[in-house]
């Protein structure tokens, strides 16, 4: 019965925080456009979205199957929330994980 009780917290804890986790994202789609390298750093290119990215509503029209069905979709980790130089500082997992901005963030370009 305590062991029983014992998994029903740690699935709601591990729920709660996955909840936690996918709200951080602020649903913008600019992490789906493919990133250039310039000589003034990183540039998301607003002309080349994702295939699979519905750029009116900015919702991936593949969300829980773009692991499977996409290989180069890259999952949204807590390292990539604190590291990745790909994200733009509007992102939502930067401005929650990432108190700092020692770090360039990609520019715009459309
Ligand atoms: S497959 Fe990945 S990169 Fe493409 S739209 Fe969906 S979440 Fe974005
Ligand atoms: S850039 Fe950040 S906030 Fe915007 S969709 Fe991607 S993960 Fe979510």
Redesign the pocket.
Same mark, same amino acid.
């Given at each position: 019965m305590q062991i029983k009780r014992f998994k029903k917290k740690i699935r709601y804890y591990l729920n709660k925080k996955h909840i936690e986790w996918e709200n951080a994202c602020k649903k913008c789609?600019l992490?789906?456009y493919e990133k250039e390298h310039t000589s003034h750093g990183i540039i998301i290119n607003l002309k080349k979205? *994702? $295939?699979?990215?519905n750029i009116e509503t900015k919702? *991936? $029209?593949?969300?829980l199957k773009?692991f499977n069905?996409?290989n180069?979709?890259?999952k949204m980790t807590v390292f990539h929330a604190f590291f990745s130089r790909y994200l733009p500082k509007t992102c939502g997992y930067i401005q929650k994980y990432r108190k700092w901005q020692i770090f360039s963030f990609p520019h715009l370009n459309d």
């Open positions: 789609g992490c789906c979205p *994702c $295939t699979y990215l919702e *991936c $029209t593949i969300y773009r069905i996409y180069k979709c890259a």
